[in-house]
């Protein structure tokens, strides 16, 4: 049988289609089968190596790499002039995606009665190992979308697709690991842990070459050009414009939320399921059902963006999460099969909320990358995208150990794994709906009081851009 022939747009790219959203899905599954370890790593390093506070210390100290690391590699994405067969974005992601597969495992290289110290060296190493090659393909792969469409019902739907592999990406892990790294008395095997590292970075770099072989560029990633010279690469003024930039902050400040709660609220949900439902093995379950209200709404997400607009659908997101939240606080919620129900019904309505946000939240930074045109004249997807995710990565690090230091002030003890005294037990009950209250307002200022480029604002704003490039065109 003859195979279809591919349908090509006006400008001679192949056009938009599954295809391209499929392959987008497989990138962040691709980052996401090394990244979801990450809500593994505190029991790990407090239950297995048993450094506990010693944690904490170690996060804070792995952020000032993060600090460079992130606009370090976007700015050299930026300024990078080289013709690439293929696109430089797509070559820097097959680079990081060959270092995961061994940067993942590093992080849980399984020798708890090692010296303090010795654990200090292996767990840094480690982490910047894994965080550089983790930023070499996470960053370019977020500009990706701005350049495989500038469409923004297209944008909605690689956003949404995104976010599937996010899910699937997350979910795997959260299901599956629970089952294999535990033992029957909850008690978190380490030597397994560095295994399933290990397997998943061979899974995500199959996932890479996937979406590599599939994704099409159509727009320009060069910086925007005016007719003057093109001057010097200036990270600090890319810096600066960034903070000028209201919806890259907006976005920015919903995903610090977002991940607060997420990998903050990680770490204390197992604790809860190990010490309080007494059953860690059904957090995974728990966690899969979480994701259905994502499921159900991804494939609306495209026909709702147009009709209300990204900015207006995240924010109503952020709202029923904090609903979703209270509930969890302050209904009555049993140690027993029935108080588990009650936390599962208010975390499928918190993943409503999330969903809603999370389906869109790539397409808004998209978005934030052309306002940043708009009113600069330059793209900088990479330093633009690098800076977002510094602070989401930062959200990363600061969340476990702030909710380490709160788990610890309530009395948990990591030497003690799954067998914490009834009354840690029970704060841990309160102290999950409390993390994820909080993560839901800050999601809600982000999004509701900061982000700008409501539905009006951005037709507005991609009409001018539009009329621009037309303009330089003619006179290129």
């Not at 007719?227 to 919806?247: L, T, Y």
């Not at 900088?380 to 510094?390: I, M, P, Q, W």
């Not at 009006?456 to 991609?462: R, V």
Request: charged share 15%; proline share 3%; glycine share 8%.
């Amino acid at each position: 049988m003859a195979k279809k022939p591919v349908q090509l747009d006006e400008n001679g790219h192949r056009k938009f289609g599954m295809r391209d959203c499929l392959a987008y899905a497989a990138g962040d599954l691709g980052c996401n089968m090394s990244f979801a370890l990450k809500g593994t790593m505190m029991i790990f390093w407090t239950q297995f190596m048993k450094m506990d506070l010693w944690y904490s210390l170690l996060l804070v100290i792995v952020q000032v790499w993060d600090a460079i690391n992130d606009p370090l590699i976007g700015s050299m994405v930026d300024a990078d002039k080289h013709q690439y067969k293929r696109n430089k974005f797509l070559q820097y992601i097959w680079v990081g995606s060959i270092g995961l597969i061994i940067g993942g495992a590093c992080c849980f290289l399984p020798f708890p009665n090692a010296p303090v110290w010795a654990k200090f060296i292996i767990f840094i190493a480690g982490y910047v190992v894994w965080d550089a090659f983790y930023t070499v393909a996470n960053v370019p792969y977020g500009s990706l979308l701005s350049l495989i469409s500038n469409n923004p019902a297209d944008r909605a739907s690689l956003s949404a697709w995104r976010s599937v592999g996010s899910m699937v990406g997350n979910m795997l892990p959260m299901v599956i690991l629970p089952f294999i790294i535990y033992d029957a008395e909850d008690n978190l095997i380490g030597e397994r842990v560095f295994l399933a590292a290990l397997v998943m970075g061979v899974l995500g770099f199959i996932c890479f070459q996937y979406m590599i072989r599939n994704t099409e560029i159509r727009e320009d990633s060069e910086n925007v050009k005016t007719g003057e010279s093109v001057e010097k690469f200036n990270v600090f003024e890319a810096m600066k414009n960034f903070m000028k930039n209201r919806p890259a902050v907006g976005a920015t400040l919903a995903a610090v939320g977002m991940f607060l709660g997420m990998q903050g609220g990680a770490a204390a949900v197992t604790v809860l399921f190990q010490s309080y439902f007494n059953n860690v093995q059904a957090s995974g379950i728990a966690q899969m059902f979480a994701m259905i209200p994502i499921v159900v709404f991804t494939p609306l997400a495209r026909k709702m963006v147009v009709k209300y607009g990204k900015k207006e659908l995240a924010t109503v997101g952020a709202l029923i999460s904090i609903a979703a939240s209270v509930l969890m606080l302050v209904l009555p919620m049993s140690g027993d099969n029935k108080g588990m129900l009650v936390y599962i019904v208010c975390q499928l309505i918190n993943s409503l909320g999330l969903g809603i946000y999370s389906t869109v939240s790539w397409a808004m930074m998209g978005d934030a990358i052309d306002y940043n045109e708009w009113k600069t004249g330059k793209r900088e997807e990479g330093t633009v995208y690098a800076l977002h995710s510094f602070f989401r990565k930062l959200a990363q690090g600061l969340g476990p150990a702030v909710a380490l230091i709160f788990m610890t002030m309530l009395g948990y003890v990591g030497a003690n794994e799954g067998n914490q005294l009834p009354e840690v037990a029970r704060n841990m009950r309160y102290l999950v709906p409390v993390l994820y209250l909080v993560s839901a307002a800050l999601q809600f200022v982000g999004l509701g009081l900061i982000y700008n480029l409501d539905k009006k604002k951005l037709g507005e704003m991609n009409a001018e851009l539009k009329a621009r490039h037309e303009t330089e065109a003619v006179k290129g």
